[in-house]
């Protein structure tokens, strides 16, 4: 830490200290918590939300400011940064609060919430709709891949997959039953490309086939056969925790 940049800190200690010690000036409850990089440099700002994480706060190295970002059930929900760590007292406080995004932003214009934070405030049927539509929408961009856009419009014409996350990795689609990272995988398919087959993976990083399809139609009724048969739409949560 320098403490040219960072006097307020140096005087403290710590990041979790001038925190606290802030909070305390301006009379305002923060339960800090131990950062993910070590007090000098981070510190957590806990929520009275169950499913919030604590707001992760760090410090820049090369210039002064404070970074946050706030995740809920796998998704990054806010993030930001000032050289002002009055703003992350009181961010961390609206946060702990349980304010909404709209009202984290409204009070503080250094946050920033992406389309995908403020689809799982509305719940997962909305995260699920936007990720299909930015899905068709990249796929559409994309028009020497023919085999994965293909496959895109498919899976999404299909009910069973379409209710579920469906992301990609390396061109190959992905399914999972959960909206948070880490997902939880329920099948995954490798596109056509250069007259190769479609090829059927429990999930896209894994090097067994589970079976191969001469056209996009046969490899999505092949993934939905290899779905549990009592799997419903995907739930907010991740792989790590129930929804």
């Not at 007292?89 to 009202?103: F, I, N, T, Y």
Request: hydrophobic share 40%; glycine share 10%; charged share 20%.
């Amino acid at each position: 830490m320098d403490s040219d940049l960072y006097p307020d800190l140096a005087a403290a200690g710590s990041l979790a200290a001038a925190l606290e010690q802030l909070a305390a000036e301006l009379g305002v409850e923060l339960t800090v918590v131990p950062g993910d990089w070590g007090p000098l440099v981070s510190a957590g700002i806990a929520s009275s939300v169950p499913e919030r994480k604590p707001l992760s706060v760090h410090i820049g190295a090369e210039s002064r400011w404070f970074g946050v970002s706030g995740w809920s059930r796998g998704v990054e929900l806010i993030t930001g940064a000032t050289p002002d760590l009055t703003d992350i007292v009181r961010a961390g406080a609206a946060w702990g609060r349980g304010r909404s995004l709209w009202e984290l932003r409204a009070e503080l214009s250094f946050l920033r919430s992406s389309k995908r934070a403020e689809a799982h405030e509305r719940g997962p049927t909305a995260v699920v709709e936007l990720q299909w539509r930015t899905m068709r929408e990249q796929a559409a961009e994309e028009p020497n891949f023919t085999g994965f856009g293909e496959l895109v419009e498919v899976a999404h014409a299909d009910p069973r997959l379409r209710q579920l996350y469906v992301f990609s990795s390396h061109w190959t689609l992905g399914f999972s039953s959960c909206t948070g990272y880490p997902f939880r995988n329920e099948v995954a398919i490798v596109p056509s490309h250069n007259g190769s087959p479609f090829r059927l993976k429990k999930h896209p990083l894994s090097d067994d086939a589970l079976g191969e399809a001469a056209t996009a139609e046969e490899a999505v009724a092949l993934a939905v056969r290899h779905l549990p048969t009592d799997l419903g739409p995907a739930e907010a949560g991740t792989a790590e925790q129930d929804g």
